[in-house]
């Protein structure tokens, strides 16, 4: 059994999936994001809820009041141009805090992802992040199945932010109208697990444990050796059961701790998952020692 988080001494966490945003980004994402999900009650464990002010040091702030060592920072950007712009930004942060792991925006729509890969590596960017509804690309689509192949032969990780597009009204009805004409640009199991066939050597880590929403459908990816899932926005959402089933089926050597900072409680958060029934040994491969041997760090 895991030991309560009060009981136990903290090893260096990495939470392997936060946001921080440039300062001129901020008022938009505030706006978009709050007035999508203003249906909800404030206290619903599905609202977007800021817990931090969204800024890089909100995020520092939030996550050493938590306890955590580390944390991966993802950029991201809807716009191709603006990538570049992004991963010199973040790679500023990592220079300047040791706490920060950055990772990369990169788009399909880019002129040159060679190039663009030229510079995240030549910037020591850790991987790439990529979100298919906020990009707006279909995951099979020719121009991101050469992106995934340019990202294997480079030995970069990605991080998909898996939604299901199937499952999401189900439990967020209010969004239909919102996002109901944007169903094909979903990361569904199904979609995933082929791109992780086509590429076996590209380590894909599925966000959100596996598929947003649609925690039934994971098998397709349960037995894919390149494929990790975090834990990232499933406090309050999965129940205690359904998380240790799907990492006894996916495995402990495959989870990696993830609060989707700012959005959930990196304190709460890293509570509930040392109260899950896991061992010290279990609860030290997801809280860092994964995400070390994954990026190298």
């Given at each position: 059994?895991?030991?309560?988080?009060?009981?136990?001494?903290?090893?260096?966490?990495?939470?392997?999936?936060?946001?921080?945003?440039?300062?001129?980004?901020?008022?938009?994402?505030?706006?978009?994001?709050?007035?999508?999900?203003?249906?909800?009650?404030?206290?619903?464990?599905?609202?977007?809820?800021?817990?931090?002010?969204?800024?890089?040091?909100?995020?520092?702030?939030?996550?050493?009041?938590?306890?955590?060592?580390?944390?991966?920072?993802?950029?991201?950007?809807?716009?191709?141009?603006?990538?570049?712009?992004?991963?010199?930004?973040?790679?500023?942060?990592?220079?300047?805090?040791?706490?920060?792991?950055?990772?990369?925006?990169?788009?399909?729509?880019?002129?040159?992802?060679?190039?663009?890969?030229?510079?995240?590596?030549?910037?020591?960017?850790?991987?790439?992040?990529?979100?298919?509804?906020?990009?707006?690309?279909?995951?099979?689509?020719?121009?991101?199945?050469?992106?995934?192949?340019?990202?294997?032969?480079?030995?970069?990780?990605?991080?998909?932010?898996?939604?299901?597009?199937?499952?999401?009204?189900?439990?967020?009805?209010?969004?239909?109208?919102?996002?109901?004409?944007?169903?094909?640009?979903?990361?569904?199991?199904?979609?995933?697990?082929?791109?992780?066939?086509?590429?076996?050597?590209?380590?894909?880590?599925?966000?959100?444990?596996?598929?947003?929403?649609?925690?039934?459908?994971?098998?397709?990816?349960?037995?894919?050796?390149?494929?990790?899932?975090?834990?990232?926005?499933?406090?309050?959402?999965?129940?205690?059961?359904?998380?240790?089933?799907?990492?006894?089926?996916?495995?402990?050597?495959?989870?990696?701790?993830?609060?989707?900072?700012?959005?959930k409680p990196a304190n709460e958060t890293l509570g509930?998952?040392?109260?899950?029934?896991?061992?010290?040994?279990?609860?030290?491969?997801?809280?860092w020692k994964n995400a070390e041997r994954l990026l190298?760090?």
């Amino acid at each position: 059994m895991g030991k309560p988080i009060d009981q136990y001494s903290l090893p260096r966490v990495i939470d392997c999936h936060t946001h921080a945003w440039m300062n001129e980004d901020l008022s938009l994402l505030r706006d978009r994001l709050m007035l999508m999900d203003q249906p909800l009650p404030d206290k619903h464990p599905l609202k977007w809820n800021l817990y931090h002010q969204g800024t890089p040091q909100g995020l520092l702030e939030h996550e050493k009041a938590a306890g955590i060592a580390r944390f991966v920072l993802l950029a991201i950007s809807a716009k191709p141009e603006r990538c570049r712009e992004l991963n010199f930004w973040v790679a500023g942060l990592a220079r300047a805090y040791p706490e920060v792991i950055p990772f990369a925006a990169l788009h399909p729509g880019a002129d040159s992802i060679k190039d663009e890969l030229d510079l995240i590596i030549k910037l020591g960017l850790k991987g790439v992040k990529l979100h298919s509804l906020v990009q707006r690309f279909p995951l099979l689509a020719p121009e991101t199945l050469k992106l995934f192949e340019a990202l294997e032969e480079a030995r970069l990780p990605v991080m998909l932010d898996t939604l299901s597009m199937a499952k999401v009204f189900n439990y967020k009805p209010h969004l239909k109208p919102i996002l109901g004409q944007f169903t094909e640009f979903g990361t569904e199991p199904i979609g995933t697990a082929e791109v992780a066939r086509r590429f076996p050597k590209l380590t894909i880590i599925a966000a959100h444990m596996g598929a947003l929403f649609a925690w039934e459908d994971l098998a397709p990816l349960m037995d894919l050796d390149n494929v990790y899932f975090d834990l990232s926005y499933t406090y309050h959402i999965l129940s205690r059961n359904e998380v240790m089933d799907i990492i006894r089926k996916k495995g402990v050597s495959h989870i990696l701790f993830g609060t989707d900072s700012p959005w959930k409680p990196a304190n709460e958060t890293l509570g509930w998952f040392f109260s899950l029934p896991l061992t010290p040994e279990e609860q030290e491969a997801i809280a860092w020692k994964n995400a070390e041997r994954l990026l190298n760090i």
